[in-house]
């Protein structure tokens, strides 16, 4: 079940869906693109950020480190490798380069809470006074399956 913020979320983006058909039929495709943007973009954040959280509710946290390696030139993150408490791994990809996450980048070992499964896993570097005060979290999926390294 829905809750009422979803819903209401859920309501906008179909109306704005509409609206865009009714705008594109009338030959007006600019403000069909607006509006496409105002309403579809929000909504797709949302359902992704919502399909993680479900993830994260059916999985659990899982401790673990990870090392963040970036591109050289753009510094944005390319990949994630994860060292799980048991001795798997997993390769992920971040969704989206916040500066906290590139000013990660790099770091071997970070010790993190990781959580879901496939394309809706979130991780957590919890903060550590002074360098940070606040806690790392971003939306990742999953590159490789997880797998047990040979002894």
Sequence with gaps: MLDTSLRWLVFSTVLGVLVAAVLLFSGLVLPMIAVLTVT??????????????DAARRTGWRTATVTITTTSRTRLPRSVAV???????????????????????ELPGLPALVAGSGPAMTVLIPPKPPLREKPVVFGVRAETYRWLPKP
């Design 40 to 53: 579809g973009v929000p909504g797709y954040w949302t359902f992704a950020r919502a399909r993680q959280a």
């Design 83 to 105: 060292r799980f408490a048991d001795g798997s791994r997993i390769d992920l990809r971040p969704w989206e380069a916040g500066s906290a996450v590139r000013a990660l980048g």
